[in-house]
């Protein structure tokens, strides 16, 4: 029998020190109550990191299936590691590669964005079509740390200004995108879910 939760505890552990960006408690509470409430059931995922939120959704219940894009290989081997520990294997599809290489013919109910923030724009406009008619895409870390509402003198980092830039232009995409209605929600790091009109 697999214990769960000290898998779940050692794999907090290691993106802590690792310096490994994963969903905060909040947020993935929040994916998880969505999945079990909209009877999702195939979820497509861009962003695996070391295959933390990927495990928490598929462990809502047994039906759910995740394909989840990663291409950093070390977070990636890491994700087989742990999804292998949890004996998820057979419902956790994961893939090494850029999530814009990946071609993927199958609908999902969820498609989670939480990759690189600055390609948001691309993979909503890429993956939108891989979305069932009435699935929702939800994308994570539209606050970023608080940073997007600052003004962006008060940011340090020019490199971090050029993203906050970047999730400032998606959260304009997704308020202006003709097909799509976008409620923000202020849990986690900031998640935006958008449905088809």
């Known amino acids: 029998m697999v214990d769960s939760f ?4 050692s794999m907090k552990e290691y993106a802590d020190r690792e310096n490994v960006p ?3 408690e909040d947020g993935i509470n929040y ?13 497509l995922e861009i962003g695996t990191a070391i295959g933390y939120s990927a495990i928490l959704m598929a462990l809502v219940n047994d039906s759910v299936e ?3 894009i ?3 290989e070390k977070r990636y081997l890491e994700a087989v590691k742990n999804v292998k520990k949890m004996g998820l294997e057979k419902r956790i599809n994961l893939i090494y590669k850029d999530a814009m290489d990946v071609v993927l013919k199958e609908k999902f109910d969820l498609i989670f964005i939480d990759a690189a923030k600055a390609q948001n724009i691309r993979f909503f406009e890429k993956f939108e079509k891989n979305l069932e008619h009435d699935g ?4 994570d870390n539209l606050s970023f740390h608080g940073l997007v509402d600052k003004k962006e003198e008060e940011i340090a980092s020019k490199n971090l200004r050029a993203l906050i830039r970047k999730i ?10 003709k097909n799509f209605q976008t409620d923000f929600i202020d849990v986690g790091d900031g998640l935006a879910v958008s ?3």
């Open 31 to 43: 994916l998880a109550k969505y999945i079990e409430k909209n009877k999702v059931k195939k979820v």
């Open 22 to 24: 994963i969903m905060r």
């Open 6 to 9: 000290s898998v779940i505890k």
């Open 66 to 68: 995740i394909t989840s």
């Open 70 to 72: 990663e291409r950093d």
């Open 136 to 139: 929702t895409i939800i994308t």
């Open 195 to 197: 449905k088809r009109k």
């Open 168 to 177: 400032k232009n998606y959260i304009t995409f997704l308020k202006t995108n």
